[in-house]
């Protein structure tokens, strides 16, 4: 069965750096486009980087271009989000995400469009 299981989240002060990880098993990872999204406490789940299938592309909402940075390993399946200068307004639980599409591009995911989610790994960033 498909398995997606992030790791690396924890508190951080504003600033500071994290690496997430996202583990994966149980399907075909090279053939699945990679995301991850973010859930604040009383707020809608957010994508907010993508990346394609080969690794070659990526996509960022402007909020955390610069600061972020998306990477997969299509040898150990393992998808990873660098995550540098750290805010307030990052503090979310972060989830992988992957959808399998034609083309296996990298571009805007609404929520809708994932197929398979991991459980999450909670970065928190005080004020």
């Known amino acids: 069965q498909v398995q997606m299981v992030e790791s690396g989240g924890g508190l951080v002060e504003t600033g500071g750096s994290l690496r997430l990880s996202c583990t994966t098993s149980?399907?075909?990872?090279?053939?699945?486009?990679m995301a991850w999204f973010r859930q604040a406490p009383g707020k809608e789940r957010e994508g907010i980087s993508v990346?394609?299938?080969?690794?070659?592309?990526?996509y960022y909402t402007d909020s955390v271009t610069g600061r972020f940075t998306i990477s997969r390993d299509n040898y150990k399946n393992i998808l990873y989000l660098q995550i540098t200068n750290l805010k307030p307004d990052d503090t979310a639980m972060y989830y992988c995400?992957?959808?399998?599409?034609?083309?296996?591009?990298?571009?805007?995911?609404?929520?809708?469009?994932?197929?398979?989610w991991g459980r999450g790994t909670q970065v928190t960033v005080p004020s």
């Open positions: 995400a992957a959808t399998k599409r034609p083309g296996c591009g990298a571009h805007y995911l609404s929520q809708a469009a994932i197929e398979y």
């Open positions: 990346i394609s299938c080969s690794g070659r592309n990526t």
């Open positions: 149980g399907f075909i990872f090279d053939d699945y486009i």
